[in-house]
């Protein structure tokens, strides 16, 4: 099922959050783990690929074109996030999804990342539609205004920190670096 996460039938992985209850999915003693991508502001962010995403292999020369023409706004969030920048997110840019090609996307989140430009002011049934099929594939869609992109990038940056935290953390089991470990105490 698209966006969950489950453990592997030989049992759970030895990294993750612990979940109890539910008892359901793990073998071993009732508890499911959850993969963990990374950490971002003590929360652990966690994973939610979406498996098996419809594919049209007719519109790699258009993605190709597309990340030649190098849109400022576009490269300038690249900039903050490729190859691991952003909290060791890797990220994938012109991405094909279906019969779309979206500006960003996240594997490991089943996210989709838009940065509207003004042409998009003008494309308000299509975006609707567009939104709609990736959300109906069980990704999460995020927009970004291409003005914020290049006038408020740390902003822009901080403002998707927050929806990560808000639709993949972990809350009810912040991170903490304990004394006992080695490390500080981190609120």
Same mark, same amino acid.
């Given at each position: 099922?698209?966006?969950?996460? %489950? $453990?592997?039938? #030989? *049992? !759970? =992985?030895? &990294? +993750? /959050? @612990?979940? %109890? $209850?539910?008892? #359901? *999915? !793990? =073998?071993? &003693? +009732? /508890? @499911?783990?959850?993969?963990?991508?990374?950490?971002?502001?003590?929360?652990?962010?966690?994973?939610?690929?979406?498996?098996?995403?419809?594919?049209?292999?007719?519109?790699?020369?258009?993605?190709?074109?597309?990340?030649?023409?190098?849109?400022?706004?576009?490269?300038?969030?690249?900039?903050?996030?490729?190859?691991?920048?952003?909290?060791?997110?890797?990220?994938?840019?012109?991405?094909?999804?279906?019969?779309?090609?979206?500006?960003?996307?996240?594997?490991?989140?089943?996210?989709?990342?838009?940065?509207?430009?003004?042409?998009?002011?003008?494309?308000?049934?299509?975006?609707?539609?567009?939104?709609?099929?990736?959300?109906?594939?069980?990704?999460?869609?995020?927009?970004?205004?291409?003005?914020?992109?290049?006038?408020?990038?740390?902003?822009?940056?901080?403002?998707?920190?927050?929806?990560?935290?808000?639709?993949?953390?972990?809350?009810?089991?912040?991170?903490?670096?304990?004394?006992?470990?080695?490390?500080?105490?981190?609120?």
């Amino acid at each position: 099922m698209p966006g969950k996460n %489950s $453990p592997p039938s #030989e *049992g !759970c =992985p030895t &990294g +993750g /959050v @612990v979940n %109890s $209850p539910p008892s #359901e *999915g !793990c =073998p071993k &003693g +009732g /508890v @499911v783990y959850k993969e963990i991508v990374t950490i971002i502001n003590n929360y652990p962010i966690i994973r939610n690929f979406v498996e098996n995403l419809p594919y049209n292999p007719a519109l790699k020369k258009l993605v190709k074109d597309k990340r030649k023409a190098g849109i400022l706004s576009e490269v300038l969030f690249w900039q903050q996030v490729h190859k691991g920048i952003f909290h060791k997110i890797d990220f994938d840019r012109q991405r094909i999804i279906g019969n779309y090609i979206v500006d960003f996307y996240v594997k490991t989140l089943g996210l989709v990342i838009e940065i509207d430009g003004s042409s998009h002011d003008v494309k308000i049934e299509y975006d609707a539609e567009r939104q709609l099929y990736l959300e109906n594939l069980g990704l999460n869609v995020y927009r970004i205004a291409d003005i914020d992109v290049k006038k408020n990038l740390d902003i822009v940056m901080i403002d998707l920190e927050n929806y990560i935290i808000q639709k993949y953390a972990e809350k009810t089991t912040p991170v903490f670096d304990h004394p006992s470990k080695g490390g500080e105490f981190t609120p």
